[in-house]
Every structure is written in structure tokens, then in C-alpha cells.
């Protein structure tokens, strides 16, 4: 009988597809963003262009908040009800109806006061909360069988 990988193991091995450096900066993000969001649930997507970590309260897609998601030259915070979170200083980027998204550079950004407050809004704000109390769960939703290269 094949040994089931955790879901943990999983998402190491889509992360070591990644350049040694993407692959850093995504694991910091990932680590930053389990700290300041305890109790999320975190979907996982291999999809064809990219990585995509989605935090939410749940496993459903739909209630997510933030997502990391990995391409090969680059990683980015995507504020998935972002459309509707105060930004004075333009500092989100997109024009859709529900997303907006932030690249990850320099790596200290998460920790830069202002991008702190948009995400303690989108925090706020969000259809439904997280339940910091909750156990962190890690859930692998799909895996593209057709993905472009992971490295440049």
C-alpha cells in the first residue's frame, strides 16, 4: 500500500520547484503570514501558472482573505476582498472588482506599518473572520497535472 504524503510534505516539494530564492521568499511569507493569522486555514493550489496558499477561515474558497502566490520571478500577497479595503496610498495594485495584490519586495514588506494596516482592514472587514482560537489547518484543494517551468 503507497504511503499518503502529508499535506505538509506536499507543499514542500511544490516549493522546492521554485528557485532557491522564490522558494525563501515564499517560505518567509508563508511563516510570517501563519503567525499573524493563528486559527486560518490554509488551501493549496498547484495550479498551472503558479503556487497560490489562500488563508481563510475556512475550506471554503470563497471566505478566503489572502493568498501568497508564487510565479517564478516573483511572490505576491493578493488581498482577495481587497477591492473594498481603504488604500490612501495606492499601495495595492489591481483594478478587478474583488482583488487587489501586493509583490513581496523588499522581503521586509509584510512587516511595513502601512501594508500591516490594510491587512488588519482586510482583516476587519472580511465576510467572515478567523477564528485565531481555531487549530490551524493545512489542506491541499488541487494539483494541476499540465504546470508551466517554476523557474525562469
Known sequence: MPRIESPARQLSR???????EIAAQGRRALAKMRKRLPGSTEMVYDNYN?????????EKPSLAIF???LMPDH?????LQGASVPDPN?????SGNLVRHIRLVPPGVLDDPEIVELMN?????AK???DPKARRKLVI???????RPRRK
Open 121 to 125: 482592514s482586510a482583516l476587519y472587514r
Open 90 to 94: 495606492r499601495r495595492l495594485k489591481g
Open 50 to 58: 503558479g503556487l497560490v496558499i489562500g488563508f481563510g477561515p475556512t
Open 128 to 130: 467572515v473572520p478567523i
Open 141 to 147: 484543494k488541487s494539483i494541476s497535472a499540465k504546470q
Open 14 to 20: 511544490f516549493l522546492a520547484k521554485y528557485s532557491p
Open 67 to 69: 493568498s501568497v502566490l
Open 75 to 79: 511572490v505576491t500577497l493578493c488581498f
